[in-house]
C-alpha cells in the first residue's frame, strides 16, 4: 500500500547548524508535499508545502526540496534555534483516495 | 474565525463505554478528517469526509464510527471503548478542490484515557 518513510527519527543539532529531515514516498501520483511541525502538547501546523510542479521552495530558514524521478523530497532548517525544537512530520498525497498519508515524525533536538 | 474545534479537550472511559468526540470548522472547508495520536508516534487515518453525507475508513477504522451530516460537523463515535484506543484523537479539514490538496488545519486535540 501507499507509504512514507521518514529519517530520522530523532535529531540533535547544535543551536545554529543546519538540519535536515528526508522522506520518500510510494505513490507516483503523489503531488502535494507538506511538512507539520509539532510543538509538545500542541496541534500539528503546517510550516512548509511543496507541489509536484516545482523542485525547490524556500521560506526565510525552512526550505523543502522535491525529487520526484527519485521520489523523495527533504526538510532544510538553516541557522536553527532553541523554538525549533519540536516533532516535524512530512507528508505525500494519495490523489485517488483525496488523503494524504504522513511519515512518522522525526524528533529535532536543538543543543544549546 | 474560531478554525477547528474539538470538545471535550480530555476524557476518561471506563472499557466498554461509549462516547462521541465532537469536532466543527467554521472555516466551510470540504474535507475533514479524523487522526490518532499515540505516544511518541505519528498520525493514523481515522476515517474522512470528501464533503457532506459522504464518509470513508482510514488506516485504523475498527472501533469507531462517523457521520457527516453537515459541511461544518464530523462527530467521531466511539463503542465499546478497549485501552488500545487510548491516544489524543485530532480532528483536521482542509479545502480540496479538482485535484489540488490544501493545507490541513487542525483541532486541538482529545486526550482520551481508556481504564
Known amino acids: 500500500g501507499e507509504n512514507v518513510e521518514q529519517h530520522p527519527s530523532t535529531l540533535s543539532v547544535q543551536e545554529g547548524d543546519s538540519a535536515v529531515i528526508k522522506c520518500t514516498y510510494s505513490?507516483?501520483?503523489?503531488?502535494?508535499f507538506p511538512w507539520y511541525k509539532q510543538e509538545l502538547g500542541k496541534r500539528p501546523q503546517l510550516i512548509i508545502d511543496?507541489?509536484?510542479?516545482?523542485g525547490e521552495k524556500k521560506d526565510q530558514r525552512i526550505a523543502v526540496t522535491l525529487n520526484k524521478t527519485a521520489k523523495h523530497f527533504s526538510l532544510h532548517i538553516t541557522e536553527t534555534q532553541p523554538e525549533d525544537s519540536a516533532v516535524y512530520f512530512c507528508?505525500?498525497?494519495?490523489?485517488?483516495?483525496?488523503?494524504?498519508?504522513f511519515g512518522k515524525g522525526t524528533r529535532l533536538h536543538i543543543l544549546p | 474565525n474560531a478554525g477547528v474545534t474539538q470538545t471535550p479537550k480530555f476524557r476518561i472511559l471506563k472499557i466498554g463505554q461509549s462516547m462521541t468526540l465532537q469536532c466543527a470548522q467554521d472555516m466551510n472547508h470540504n474535507y475533514m478528517y479524523w487522526y490518532r495520536q499515540d505516544p511518541g508516534m505519528g498520525l493514523k487515518l481515522i476515517y474522512y469526509s470528501v464533503g457532506a453525507g459522504i464518509t470513508d475508513k482510514g488506516e485504523v477504522p475498527n472501533g469507531y464510527n462517523v457521520s457527516r451530516s453537515t459541511t461544518e460537523d464530523f462527530p467521531l463515535r466511539l463503542e465499546l471503548a478497549a485501552p488500545s484506543q487510548t491516544s489524543v484523537y485530532f480532528c483536521a479539514s482542509s479545502y480540496t478542490g479538482g485535484e489540488s490538496n490544501y493545507e490541513q488545519y487542525f483541532g486541538p486535540g482529545t486526550r482520551l484515557t481508556v481504564t
Open positions: 505513490d507516483s501520483a503523489s503531488n502535494y
Open positions: 511543496i507541489r509536484s510542479n516545482v
Open positions: 507528508a505525500a498525497s494519495i490523489p485517488r483516495d483525496d488523503k494524504i498519508i
